[in-house]
């Protein structure tokens, strides 16, 4: 086949944008000569079937590639997200010639690919080289701020911009609505306040808008907002569902779930969602109802199974759950994780671990989470160390699992491992200085635990830690200690007032403890686990 015949280019084109991928490559295969225009579609083609692997390979083919080609290769290497992508767009960037430079669509592609590389002070340096910015630049810069939680530094440029499109204010609303701010909430009011009344029709601004509203806990803005919308698109459902989950209100997710004629997986998604937070009968009920009723092509979404399975065991229906994820074709981490944790819950920690055995992938943090937690449960030294050997060393260093490890040897009494885990950490934070102040207090030692009480830093002090270190004092019936930490605590909650209590009532103390909780029962109501 010749390829520069007009009929056999048309058809290799068509072959590309259709999405057929197999047919081009055999056409581009057997061509005899091929142009930079024909590789430049073939690249296009992998880059937009989700093949960039593919389209970096092929590019190393050509000789002497134009803009579009390097562009093209920019946004493939910022598809994938490597650090072999980000060296190929340096080495590339560094080779091209200094004409191309001018090129606004591929600087911005190039911005873009270093930014999604995670490569941001590049990205800083370069943008701040260019002379004549054009708006997409901004773009590239504000949502790969975004992308490496710098939100901020978006914001911040954003105010540079003197005319914003309606991309440019789209990114912003998702900016403010990554920070969950007051100054971001009031940000979000005020350019939507000044922005044009074309750009109200703009639905995934409003999608943008409805979404930094609710991250932003104004929830009565998001309802107004949302009311007023004439033509409502699925993501607006979704923005106003999630936001709902996330201010705790659920039951106005589900109301508006029944308002959709057309939900899509995501919503089904989120709808399994809001029954999970309500761990209620109700829940259950309408969970299992609308898993009946969905299209059967949704249940190969391993996203929507898990958040199904995960509804089915925050409302108490571990025996359905199961009977789902055993017939199930392609069981994903997350449904492991989401069974492991209903068994834990259950207080079955062998199904947890037998869950475990069967799993081929096991190096997962979410998986040696709730694994250890099984562990810990069971308290059998000699088990929880074969497995624990297992744990990879970089898993070993996360936040979560250290954690966890501190309370499991705790648990089981062996405080040299627990000593042993902390120490090696540089930065404990709130929640592994609970940890090891709960495993001193549960085994006797509550000099110890007041001891590292003594070295948090106040910013990390929070209710959890007033809990462990007085539960501690209790065991270890250092009264005196307690009274002294509980008068020094500025907030004093109900499970604070709880803990002191059962504290004084150990030590036999029974009329203080009764005039603390007649104290709290003066400006609150009476609380049922004071009196247990």
Same mark, same amino acid.
């Given at each position: 086949?010749k390829f520069?015949?007009?009929?056999?280019l048309?058809?290799?084109?068509? =072959?590309v944008q259709?999405?057929?991928?197999?047919?081009a490559?055999?056409?581009f295969n057997?061509s005899?000569k091929?142009t930079v225009?024909?590789?430049?579609?073939m690249l296009?083609?992998?880059?937009e /079937?989700n093949?960039?692997? =593919?389209?970096?390979h092929?590019?190393?083919?050509?000789?002497?590639?134009?803009?579009?080609?390097?562009?093209i290769?920019f946004n493939?290497?910022a598809?994938l997200?490597t650090?072999?992508g980000?060296?190929?767009?340096?080495?590339?960037?560094?080779e091209m010639?200094k004409?191309?430079?001018?090129?606004?669509y591929l600087?911005?592609s190039l911005?873009?690919?270093?930014m999604k590389?995670g490569?941001?002070?590049n990205?800083e340096?370069?943008?701040?080289k260019?002379?004549?910015k054009?708006l997409?630049?901004y773009g590239?810069m504000?949502k790969?701020?975004i992308?490496?939680?710098?939100a901020?530094?978006?914001?911040?440029?954003f105010?540079?911009i003197?005319?914003?499109n309606e991309?440019?204010?789209?990114?912003?609303f998702?900016?403010?609505? /990554?920070l969950?701010?007051?100054?971001?909430?009031n940000?979000?009011?005020?350019v939507y306040?000044?922005?044009?009344?074309s750009f109200?029709?703009?639905?995934?601004?409003?999608?943008?808008?409805?979404?930094a509203?609710?991250?932003c806990g104004?929830?009565s803005?998001?309802?107004?907002?949302f009311?007023?919308?004439p033509n409502k698109?699925?993501?607006?459902?979704g923005?106003?569902?999630?936001?709902f989950i996330?201010?705790n209100q659920a @039951?106005k997710?589900?109301?508006?779930? &029944?308002?959709?004629?057309?939900?899509?997986?995501v919503?089904?998604?989120?709808?399994f969602?809001?029954?999970?937070?309500?761990g209620?009968?109700e829940?259950?009920?309408l969970?299992? =109802?609308v898993?009946?009723?969905?299209?059967?092509?949704? #249940?190969s979404?391993?996203?929507?199974?898990?958040?199904?399975?995960d509804?089915?065991v925050?409302c108490?229906?571990l025996?359905?759950?199961?009977s789902?994820?055993?017939?199930?074709?392609?069981?994903?981490?997350?449904? #492991?994780a989401?069974?492991m944790?209903?068994?834990n819950?259950?207080n079955?920690?062998l199904k947890?671990?037998?869950l475990f055995?069967?799993m081929?992938?096991?190096n &997962?943090?979410?998986i040696y989470?709730h694994?250890?937690k099984?562990l810990?449960?069971?308290?059998?030294?000699?088990?929880s160390?074969s497995?624990?050997?297992l744990?990879?060393?970089?898993?070993?260093?996360?936040?979560q $699992?250290?954690?966890?490890l501190?309370d499991?040897w705790?648990k089981?009494?062996?405080i040299?491992?627990?000593k042993?885990?902390?120490?090696?950490?540089?930065q404990?934070?709130?929640?592994?200085y609970a940890?090891?102040? /709960?495993?001193?207090?549960? @085994?006797g030692?509550?000099?110890?635990a007041?001891e $590292?009480?003594?070295?948090?830093?106040l910013?990390?002090?929070?209710?959890?830690?007033h809990?462990?270190i007085?539960?501690?004092?209790s &065991?270890?019936g250092?009264v005196?200690e307690?009274?002294?930490i509980f008068e020094n605590?500025?907030?004093k909650?109900v499970?604070?007032?709880?803990t002191?209590i059962d504290?004084?009532?150990r030590?036999?103390?029974?009329q203080?403890a009764?005039?603390?909780?007649?104290?709290?029962?003066r400006s &609150?109501?009476p609380s049922?686990?004071?009196?247990?």
């Open positions: 086949m520069y015949d007009q009929l056999s048309i058809i290799f084109l068509t =072959k259709c999405g057929d991928v197999n047919q490559e055999f056409l057997t005899s091929k225009t024909i590789y430049g579609a296009k083609g992998y880059f /079937n093949q960039s692997n =593919k389209a970096i092929l590019f190393h083919e050509i000789k002497k590639p134009n803009e579009i080609i390097i562009t290769l493939a290497c598809n997200k650090n072999e980000l060296n190929l767009v340096k080495e590339v960037y560094k010639p004409r191309f430079q001018s090129n606004p600087l911005t911005l873009d690919a270093f590389c490569d941001v002070p990205a340096l370069l943008f701040d260019i002379p004549n054009v997409s630049m590239a504000m790969g701020y992308e490496n939680n710098q901020n530094k978006a914001i911040h440029l105010h540079e003197k005319k914003p991309i440019i204010i789209t990114i912003l998702n900016a403010c609505a /990554n969950k701010t007051n100054e971001g909430l940000l979000v009011k005020e306040k000044e922005m044009p009344k109200q029709s703009n639905p995934y601004l409003l999608t943008s808008l409805l979404d509203f609710m991250k104004d929830v803005n998001a309802e107004l907002l009311d007023k919308i698109i699925l993501q607006m459902y923005a106003m569902m999630k936001g996330e201010n @039951n997710a589900i109301d508006l779930f &029944h308002k959709i004629k057309d939900p899509n997986d919503i089904f998604i989120l709808l969602n809001s029954c999970a937070q309500l209620s009968d829940g259950l009920n969970t299992k =109802k898993s009946k009723t969905i299209p059967k092509s949704f #249940y979404n391993v996203r929507l199974l898990t958040s199904l399975l509804a089915l925050k108490n229906d025996t359905y759950a199961q789902l994820f055993d017939a199930s074709i392609k069981n994903d981490v997350g449904m #492991y989401v069974m944790n209903g068994y819950k259950e079955d920690p947890t671990l037998n055995y069967q081929k992938d096991k &997962h943090s979410i989470l694994v250890i099984a810990s449960q069971i308290g059998d030294y000699k088990l160390q497995i624990i050997e744990i990879p060393n970089d898993l070993l260093n996360n936040n $699992i250290q954690t966890v501190i499991m705790g089981s009494g062996s040299d491992k627990v042993e885990i902390f120490d090696k950490i540089s404990p934070d709130q929640y592994q940890a090891i102040i /709960n495993a001193y207090g549960l @085994n030692m509550g000099i110890q007041i $590292i009480y003594r070295q948090i830093s910013d990390l002090i929070d209710e959890i830690t809990i462990c007085l539960n501690a004092c &065991h270890s250092l005196l307690a009274r002294s605590i500025q907030i909650t499970s604070i007032y709880t002191m504290c004084l009532s030590a036999s103390l029974f203080e009764q005039n603390l909780q007649e104290e709290y029962e &609150h109501p049922l686990p004071m009196y247990s």
